[in-house]
């Protein structure tokens, strides 16, 4: 069965340092994986995502995830952190399952404080 | 840009009422999600919908259900609401893409029963 771990419940950071949100994942064949990010009172927010091809994954807002399959895992970073970007942020993987959809599976959040 | 908009952002009600969640969306996708948002669980999937008319069970199905009459509106429905259905329900819906596109979420309802 596919599975996503995300081992941190919290991440603090000073602003202005790298920033890195750890992702594992365990899944049957090739794995498809995302990050989201939520602000309060929001709905998730897609950040970027990792299909095929280059293992240093480029999103929205200056973030990058790298993937490395051979560690199975897909952190989230960023070189310089910014207040702003204090938020809960979701790793995810597809469920492939019947019907092919785009069926995800979820980890269970991390929290990231950026301290200024 | 992809618009999922649920009808209500809070919303209160009473133990063994019935209640309707509503949600749309307005770029013709073929798959729609409701899930459920609790502390330190992450999010769960409750049911999806894959086409109109279809719909299939995620992992806490129990104490609801859903419709899907047109493809862009999706509404979750409590049967008999009790209180630790409580939550944050978020809808989101995808193209279909078998997993190469990212599902697009609404804001989300804030539910509390009473």
């Known amino acids: 069965a596919q599975s996503v771990a995300q081992p941190e419940d919290q991440v603090n950071v000073a602003e202005g340092n790298p920033l890195t949100v750890k992702c594992t994942y365990s899944?049957?064949?090739?794995?498809?994986l995302f990050w989201y990010v939520q602000y309060p009172n929001r709905g998730l927010q897609f950040l970027l995502k990792?299909?095929?091809?280059?293992?240093l994954v480029k999103g929205s807002y200056g973030f990058e995830a790298e993937f490395n399959k051979s560690q199975t895992s897909f952190h989230l970073k960023k070189p310089s952190a910014l207040v702003s970007d204090s938020a809960l942020y979701f790793c995810?993987?597809?469920?492939?399952?019947?019907?092919?959809?785009?069926?995800?599976?979820f980890g269970t959040g991390t929290r990231l404080q950026v301290f200024p | 840009d992809v618009k999922v908009t649920q009808s209500s952002r809070y919303l209160v009600k009473r133990t063994g009422e019935k209640v309707f969640l509503e949600c749309v969306q307005d770029?013709?996708?073929?798959?729609m999600f409701w899930y459920r948002q609790d502390p330190g669980l992450g999010l769960r999937l409750i049911y999806f919908?894959?086409?109109?008319?279809?719909?299939e069970k995620g992992d806490i199905p129990e104490g609801y259900s859903v419709s899907r009459e047109k493809k862009e509106r999706f509404s979750l429905i409590l049967e008999s609401a009790s209180t630790n259905q409580t939550s944050m329900y978020l809808c989101?819906?995808?193209?279909?893409?078998?997993?190469?596109?990212?599902?697009?979420f609404g804001d989300g309802t804030r539910l509390s029963i009473l």
């Open positions: 989101a819906s995808s193209p279909g893409s078998r997993g190469l596109q990212p599902q697009h």
């Open positions: 899944v049957s064949g090739n794995p498809y």
């Open positions: 990792y299909i095929t091809g280059d293992n």
């Open positions: 995810a993987v597809r469920d492939g399952g019947p019907y092919n959809t785009d069926k995800l599976i």
């Open positions: 770029m013709d996708h073929e798959n």
């Open positions: 919908s894959y086409d109109v008319k279809m719909k």
